[in-house]
């Protein structure tokens, strides 16, 4: 993969973080307190969806053969990861 797709992939996942932090905040600070807790079920949704998407960026899928296509996984998967450690 070429340096420049790489320093778009870490450049677009750092402003998808910047998004999605202020919204899972808000969405968090708005959950209703339950029995375990508030931030509780959160953790437990996100945590095995972080780690599975922390898997999959050292996976390249073989039908992404092409350089776009790898891109696109990255890109993808980066943005899935950022998001469920997010929470």
């Known amino acids: 993969m070429e340096p420049l797709f790489v320093s778009l992939i870490l450049f677009i996942n750092r402003a998808w973080d910047a998004l999605t932090d202020p919204l899972v905040g808000y969405l968090v600070s708005r959950s209703r307190r339950s029995p375990i807790g508030k931030l509780l079920h959160w953790s437990v949704l996100s945590m ?7 898997a999959l960026l050292w996976f390249i899928p073989h039908t992404a053969a092409s350089s776009s296509a790898t891109v ?13 450690m997010s929470v």
């Open 48 to 54: 095995p969806l972080g780690v599975l998407s922390y």
């Open 72 to 84: 696109a996984w990255y890109l993808t998967v980066s943005c899935l990861f950022e998001t469920f």
